[in-house]
């Protein structure tokens, strides 16, 4: 009975996935069944075959177009079965659900056909530039489905999410590029041609995401697509290795990470005939690249690189140098090799860089990865400033070399011990010069002759696998300082210490923003509080109020203003409350109402009544389609949950056409934190529809409150998401029995714009140009509905303030204000905030 229940299912299952992706379905049986019937599954079609059914050059030359479809129906071996088979169920058969099936069929013959065709273009131009390949790419064939399946992959990200859009599109173009400059056959191009193609004809198939093909993004998300760029550079060397047969202009670096397999016993024979015989010293090259321990010491750069790739995604300083400096290190290889191939000073049978076919072409065809690598990273220099703790690479310096010195003693005495297994016997002075040899990838020794070699088990041990323990060691070392906390744009412990001050004693509402990247420290003496700031035009501007004990601000505000001015800096406290505006008042500064905190005090919160109308709606419509508010923390979090508030948070970007603000306006990299609180509305069917987040308020060493900051809502989700999310936030805290939720300040927005408090006339003159600059930033960050948006609450106003100590400074402060709130806008970005003005005056 269990057996029939069992194959009921399965049928059943298998049944629904022919109905909703038929096409799909069908044609990986075909595949398989014209496998089976051409005996194909094991070592692909045979010669005849192939040329019968698959897509070639000559092919399409004598008009036998049939190939550009019968050819996407076989595959070259049983692992490009089972490949095809996994790529079907993973990628086409969701791709087929999503668009359906008729628009799915039609992008799977565009893709097919017209990348097909491109192939054979691109083909017959290789040919003139590059003899060789283009001559490969001419006589063979190629058999696959992989230009379908990727080419409606690429389809389908027309009308995807910004996020995933972005993602895929970076993914697949890295890989089929790779795979086209390294592997190089006529399927690698299809491959290529179909994503282009598809990325093309994706919006006329299915259409444009509802928020248009905008692809602004974040620093975060930059960061993952440069590294996922640096990465593909790193394995395209690999994967050429791994094809025996790889045939691509870049196909030259495979003998970078791959050996030759010759023994040491042949290499000595041969050379004691002849040691100026030139397959003597082949012999002598081929020998260090052979063997488990040289492949992997060849690999160790493609490693390094993957392990920096991982730091590039953190945002690291430190992987940004490191890959830039190894892109520069393989443009220097490249130069050298061109250099010494022309001034013939090297044999010209050297393994290095293809120099044995010495074409000019492929000479100078290894400086394009990495200098395209190296342009990327460039350009995007400013996304890398995260530093890790202090004295982590100095401590890291300090493991690596007694790490060395160990080894190398390791070498040297284990060397001589076992020197009989050496030819010629070494000397001890011979093994301790050796070792900095052996830590250097096989294939960069070529231009010196070996010292010695191995003949026997324990010499080789030594002699192919120091080096691969040692570099092991290190990227194991190097990639374990990413997974540290880290921080960015002033010192880890400065931080860590404004936190535990934070944490112990009492802070205003705003006060936990003090602890975000960007900021530095003012520390008062003996520990009694501090100040958050950021140097910007001359101006020391401030986050918040000074953190301390009650009674101690103006102790801190003037300490702070003899800091400033003692560094040549303006000072200027900005989003501040009436304490420190009397503060400086005292010191005969002046201010500005800069926004209006928005504050409910807990305790009675019942929502009930007309004006709670919109906020009862959100409950009650919540309760009825099934959402309900969750409580998480982001590190600690589902990987399923914090995706799908990554992508919401792009999308919110994406829209914008802008960049996330800053200063006082936090964005994923701040709700990553462990002592931050999100408030998510999820589904039955886990979906998230929205998210806040909310920064603790302590007092007294205790959290006594909550400020919201981050709020983002899914596009096309349940719509009161906001409404809903605050709610059940004041009503979830009210009974953990805290005693307000602040639900922040909207920047440049004041209910009462009349109402400013502002004193003398350059200070008006500073208000109105804030009031312009709010106006101006409404329609693409909407801070004033977002002030109106919290009327719903019916909240307690507190107005926050602007002080500074010189009216004369005030266009540098103004400067300060907005490069505070907006750091990087590009060119771009400014076209499109005033495209988005001149349409709102319109």
């Not at 052996?438 to 026997?456: C, E, I, T």
């Not at 714009?753 to 329609?779: H, K």
Request: charge should be neutral; glycine fraction near 10%.
């Amino acid at each position: 009975m269990t057996n029939r229940v069992a194959i009921g299912r399965w049928t059943t299952s298998g049944w629904s996935a022919v109905r909703r992706a038929p096409v799909s379905v069908v044609a990986l049986v075909v595949i398989w069944v014209l496998g089976l019937a051409t005996s194909s599954i094991v070592e692909g079609p045979s010669h005849a075959l192939g040329r019968d059914i698959g897509l070639g050059v000559v092919g399409i030359e004598h008009l036998e177009v049939w190939g550009l479809i019968t050819s996407a129906f076989w595959a070259s071996g049983w692992a490009s079965y089972v490949g095809i088979t996994i790529l079907i169920v993973a990628v086409s058969v969701p791709v087929e659900r999503r668009m359906g099936s008729v628009r799915f069929l039609i992008a799977a013959l565009t893709t097919q056909i017209a990348g097909a065709l491109c192939a054979v273009t691109l083909a017959a131009v290789a040919k003139t530039v590059d003899s060789d390949w283009g001559f490969e790419l001419h006589i063979g064939y190629a058999v696959g489905a992989g230009g379908w399946i990727v080419g409606t992959l690429m389809v389908a990200t027309a009308n995807m999410d910004t996020l995933w859009r972005r993602r895929i599109r970076v993914g697949v173009l890295a890989l089929t590029i790779v795979s086209a400059l390294f592997g190089g056959h006529l399927i690698d191009l299809i491959r290529l041609a179909a994503a282009v193609v598809g990325l093309l004809a994706g919006p006329w198939i299915v259409g444009r995401s509802a928020r248009g093909p905008r692809i602004a993004g974040t620093r975060r998300e930059g960061r993952m697509l440069v590294a996922i760029v640096v990465a593909a550079s790193a394995i395209g060397p690999v994967l050429a290795a791994l094809s025996s047969d790889a045939i691509g202009p870049l196909a030259v670096l495979r003998d970078l990470v791959r050996g030759v397999p010759w023994s040491a016993p042949e290499v000595r024979e041969l050379c004691e005939q002849s040691a100026t015989d030139p397959d003597c010293r082949r012999g002598l090259l081929e020998l260090r690249l052979s063997g488990v321990g040289p492949t992997l010491l060849s690999l160790v750069p493609s490693l390094f690189l993957l392990v920096l790739s991982d730091g590039l995604r953190r945002g690291r300083r430190f992987a940004w140098w490191g890959a830039v400096l190894a892109q520069c290190v393989l443009l220097a290889l490249s130069a050298a090799n061109f250099v010494f191939r022309y001034l013939d000073s090297v044999d010209e049978d050297t393994l290095f860089y293809g120099l044995a076919d010495p074409t000019v072409y492929r000479t100078l065809m290894p400086f394009l990865t990495p200098l395209a690598v190296l342009v990327v990273l460039l350009a995007t220099r400013r996304w890398f400033g995260v530093a890790a703790p202090r004295h982590t690479y100095r401590n890291l310096t300090g493991v690596v070399v007694a790490v060395a010195v160990a080894l190398w003693a390791m070498y040297a005495a284990g060397g001589f011990l076992a020197r009989s297994g050496f030819d010629p016997r070494p000397s001890f002075t011979t093994l301790v010069a050796d070792f900095p040899e052996r830590l250097v990838p096989p294939v960069y020794l070529q231009w010196l002759d070996p010292r010695l070699l191995p003949v026997n088990v324990p010499a080789t041990v030594l002699y192919e696998w120091t080096g691969v323990a040692f570099w092991l060691v290190v990227i194991a070392l190097i990639g374990t300082t990413f997974l540290r906390p880290a921080m960015e744009g002033t010192d880890a412990e400065d931080r860590d210490r404004a936190r535990d001050m934070l944490r112990n004693g009492t802070g205003s509402p705003l006060s936990w923003m003090t602890t975000w990247s960007g900021n530095s420290y003012w520390f008062a003496p003996e520990g009694r509080g501090f100040v958050a700031y950021r140097v910007l035009a001359g101006v020391a501007l401030t986050t918040g109020d000074p953190v301390g004990p009650p009674g101690r601000t103006s102790e801190l505000v003037e300490g702070f203003a003899e800091f400033a001015a003692e560094n040549g800096w303006t000072p200027c406290f900005y989003s501040v409350t009436e304490s420190v505006r009397r503060a400086s008042d005292a010191l005969g500064w002046s201010s500005i109402q800069v926004a209006e905190e928005t504050v409910l005090d807990l305790g009675s919160v019942a929502f009930t009544g007309k004006k709670f109308q919109d906020v009862r709606t959100a409950l009650n419509k919540a309760q009825k389609s099934g959402i309900t508010a969750e409580w998480v923390r982001f590190p600690d979090a589902a990987m399923g949950i914090t995706d799908q508030i990554t992508a919401i948070s792009e999308e919110w970007v994406a829209d914008k056409g802008m960049p996330e603000m800053g200063f006082t306006l936090g964005g994923l990299d701040e709700v990553d934190d462990a002592q931050v609180r999100c408030l998510i509305a999820v589904d039955e069917d886990r979906t998230v529809h929205g998210v806040t987040s909310w920064l603790p308020v302590h007092r007294d060493g205790r959290a006594v409150g909550w400020t919201l900051d981050f709020m983002r809502r899914r596009s096309n989700g349940f719509r009161p998401t906001m409404e809903f999310l605050i709610a059940s936030a004041a009503l979830s805290l009210e009974e953990e029995g805290f005693e307000f939720l602040s639900l922040s300040g909207a920047p440049l927005a004041k209910m009462d714009p009349e109402s400013t408090g502002v004193d003398g006339a350059f200070a008006a003159m500073m208000d109105n140009l804030l009031d312009v600059l709010g106006r101006t930033l409404e329609p693409v960050y909407g801070f004033r509905s977002l002030l109106a948006f919290k009327s719903k609450f019916q909240p307690r106003y507190v107005p926050m303030y602007m002080t500074f100590a010189d009216p004369a400074a005030l266009p540098s402060i103004g400067s300060a204000v907005g490069r505070a709130y907006l750091p990087e806008v590009s060119m771009s970005q400014s076209v499109t905030l005033l495209r988005t003005l001149v349409a709102r005056g319109k």
